[in-house]
């Protein structure tokens, strides 16, 4: 499975607008792949991020819905998409659409974003999710203010 996270920016002003991101995910082996479950996942340098840091909205059957965020270990984590997941014929590719803004009281610095593809795999007769895709770390800075760079 290849993931594909394009349309993070250099920069976010924290309190900014809402910025459009654009979520790929392609089957390239020869097997159906069913309940797929794209996760985005937010980490700040040295900082623990809190829910309210981020908000983040998916765009299902031409609306948006509203993302809920999980903090674990310091990081937030969002599942993007389908409630149902996502099923991915062979060779086929799906592109999801998202949306984040940053709260004004989020941290400012260093922060990261990549995506993670989860499906259900059966495993010694168990069925198990376990990660299937994941994208390159998109690094991008928290500012304060309005102003942010254009995406790279």
């Known amino acids: 499975m290849a993931v594909t996270l394009r349309g993070v920016r ?5 309190g900014g607008r ?29 900082r ?7 908000r983040l909205q998916t765009r299902i059957g031409g609306h948006w819905r509203s993302v809920t965020l999980n903090a674990a270990l310091g990081e937030l984590a969002g599942t993007v998409g389908p409630t149902n997941g996502l099923r991915l014929a062979p ?10 803004r940053l709260a004004a009281g989020a941290p400012r610095g260093e922060w990261l974003s990549l995506a993670v593809a989860y499906a259900p795999l059966q495993s010694k007769g168990t069925t198990v999710t376990w990660p299937v895709g994941v994208t390159n770390p ?15």
């Open 48 to 54: 623990t991020l809190r829910p309210d840091a981020v």
């Open 18 to 46: 809402w910025s459009t991101l654009r979520l790929s995910l392609h089957n390239g082996t020869r097997a159906v792949c069913g309940q797929l479950r794209p996760v985005l996942v937010y980490g700040a340098r040295n």
């Open 138 to 152: 998109a690094y991008f800075r928290v500012v304060g203010g309005r102003g942010a760079a254009r995406a790279t």
């Open 10 to 14: 250099s920069a976010y002003a924290a």
């Open 91 to 100: 060779g086929r590719t799906v592109m999801l659409t998202v949306r984040m």
